[in-house]
């Protein structure tokens, strides 16, 4: 952690399209305050609409509070835009006239230590620093869409780069929740556009010569090596298929196919109006029935679920989690622990299309899953998870008594808020709400009543009073929030 | 479902590396006889390993019971294999000689109806089936490492293929939980190695040409990209970059850069032992801290989180999945007994591997789920679920009373029982008990109080005397059966 990362800061964003809109979103959710500067029309609803779907996935992330969003400004001119700011970022149109005019406009404005990233995909940053008034300033920070949810961002500094500013960077980028992948050479489109575009280019040529529709081709990824891709890349996943001869061995076999004539690599098929009409029939044919607005939530809700189960884990991306949820710990501090003069919010979270029953309503024991989750938020919120568990010690569910109030359907916004109502070196007595977002209404509450016991011999026993430390504190502070009627209540009581 | 599904059936495994090897295992666990054949040395060890890691991980992904799993034979001969096969399939090396020798052996064993695939990723079907006594029986079916968790399976009949058999082939595929991807034109490596093949070339050249380490390639897929493509696959992602013009927008704002010289498409990087050897010691650099079976159980872990995500979106690889449970459900039938003079059991399930916690348990939703999805069997029995929700009543849960008692591990049999306290036109009061199958002991219980409704209404209201015929019938006759003592507690009551 860095001490920029934690006093209050400002991005400028100038270029508000899906990439500019990604990278607002980002900043303002960690707590910057965030100018945008797009004259085009429709800007600032773009924006929006990708702040929107930011916050509906971004915090679902985070096992710590988040810090508090700021208000997103939208500006009438670069100047504007980039006064204070810590973070520029220049997402334009990929035209290097209209990136050079861009920047010298925004160096003529900046203070001279505010880093200025540009997101361009194509050109290297010596294209971008040619003819500026201060080139090192200027580094390319390539993020992907969408920009709020997928860790990477390529930092290429280029041959006027400097270290220091480098690492500068690559702090604050890695304090907004991103992983930085340094490039020591530049080179035209970085890395993994490069990879892209050979698989982009193959795939042309396959619906090109009517081999594979667009869906065919998707499928042949997503139910294949894209989900290995997804966690371990493409040699470490090819380490695995030369076994236990190794990697050389791997190599050494793979050779004689590379001379073979499988891939369309001496040409590139010509973008005819044909050709692009096919792949816009097919693309229609394939996802069409979605709008884009459903499409990017479906998508976020997986990106989600996949980074969440990278990051239980610990593997990956995952990996660039847990390390930022080491960093928003120690942003939030007791935070949880200091504002627990009311029920302590645990999670925000939403309802997945597979939760829903055969009334079309979240159905009954996903409730429970959901409490049960907030179990464990509760866990790590007094300290008691991970490392108590393997060091012998846990909360095991004696009872739990559930009532539901409110149905709740696909993709609705719900939290879920805890009191403890007794708790003592054995026995833990709490009382969790489930509330829908929008307009708090109360879903369900469970009563439950946990045990602290040894793991090795499963019988009850004590806990120290170090390790209850912050569970009392709570304990205390919720003395004064009001019982609730049901807490006691068994079933069928009028 | 097919009936060749449902009845005992074998399969022939000739050549057991990693790949021949998957294809065992996804076999066995789904119920089929499976021998193998590999005169090498090491290749039953390997098999197991293989079995090992599919038993570990492949359950994982279900939610109703997988069939038995047979015994697998090892066996010295391929006619001993082949006899009395439904499938074969032929994983030896990508030597179209060796394989021509090992298909017209196979092919003089084989029955004239069984189905010859082959795991090839470099030939095409006419190659394999050139000289062959019986072309049409031999197809491609090419497969994923590993086999027994990625369903991807490219189907390649050729020309010499017919459809009937195509089908049959992809409907045996699919009993055992793949994806089948039907090729209609034969083209060298396929569709998904042609794609692996474009990016493994383009990354060659960046390890040739020292921009990036096999892990910083590794790290530009994996936290970035290949997360998109593990669930939309590549036309669909960039339809979402496309924004609201459209597909045919993107393609023709894209056309230009493929005429940059970004990617180096024109040749192929000399695999000198320079290259090898460097590529070798990055790859050690990277992931040699783990060995070869600690990185599959780390990939599979993986594997089995995501694609138990995307299942529960019902989203891409999670259809497969979510289309075989219905297979496994309809296989499993109905255990349902009606003898109503004691508490009716409901339902045999056993704990599943993703059932389990970080205490090595079931964890306590999973509980509230066998309660829930007794409460769905319940409905059956008593004749008052799909048909009567779709008629717009049902049954809603207004509150639940949960005591756990014990503790169970992965893989135990356990069973349901209801006792129903009391019910009228209105409400039902019924009390459920989860026993092990093994020792009948008590793991939890559950009282629960139903509401019947008008489901346009989402107002309680009366069933008719006619819809409660069943329930009145369960009721009187456990007006006998003893009322458990827990029945009316409320949590912490001692």
Redesign the interface.
Known sequence: MTDAAVSRQKAAIIGG??IGGGWAARFALHGWDVAVFDPHAGAAERVAEVLDNARKSLPALADFPMPAEREMSFVSNVAEAVADATWIQESVT?DLALKHSVLAEIQAHAADDAIIGSSTS?FKPSQLQNGASKPAQIIVAHP??PVYL???V?VVAGPAGDAERTRRACDLLTSIGM?P?V???E???H?????????????LW?VND???T????????????????????????????G??E???HF??Q??P???????K??D?PE?TEEL??K??V???A??GQYT?AE??Q??D???V??????K??D???GQ?LNAHDGFLAAQAGDNAVHDASAPLRLLDLSV????ID??GHM???RY??V??DS?EALLRVIGMH?DY?AAGH?Y?????????FD?VGVNEAMYTTVQILAADAKRM?VFYRLHATEDDRLLAHL???YLHVD?HS?KVCAATAEDLRVLMKITDAHSSVPRPEA???????R
């Not at 679920?305 to 990278?310: E, F, H, I, Y």
């Not at 997945?352 to 939760?355: C, D, G, I, Q, T």
């Open positions: 399209g899906l990929e194509g992907f869409n997928l860790p990477l390529e992983q992948l490039l020591r050479k080179i035209d489109a890395l993994a556009d490069r990879l892209m575009e050979a698989v982009w280019r193959e795939g396959l009517d081999i594979a667009t869906q065919e081709i998707d499928d042949s990824i997503r139910y294949g090596f894209g989900l290995r891709w997804a966690q371990m890349g493409l040699f470490e996943t090819f380490r695995l298929a076994g236990k190794g990697m050389a190599i050494r793979f050779g196919a590379l001379q073979w004539p499988w891939t690599l001496t590139v973008l692009v009409q792949i816009a097919q693309s229609d394939q996802s884009l499409l990017e479906i998508r809700r997986n990106l679920g996949m980074l969440r189960v990278l239980e884990r593997w990956g991306a660039v997945l299309p597979a939760w055969y009334n159905t009954e024991f429970t899953q409490f049960s179990c991970d568990v846990s095991y569910t004696a009872e739990t008594h559930t009532q539901f149905e007595h009563e439950a009543m793991t499963g807490a006691g209540r068994c079933v069928g009581q």
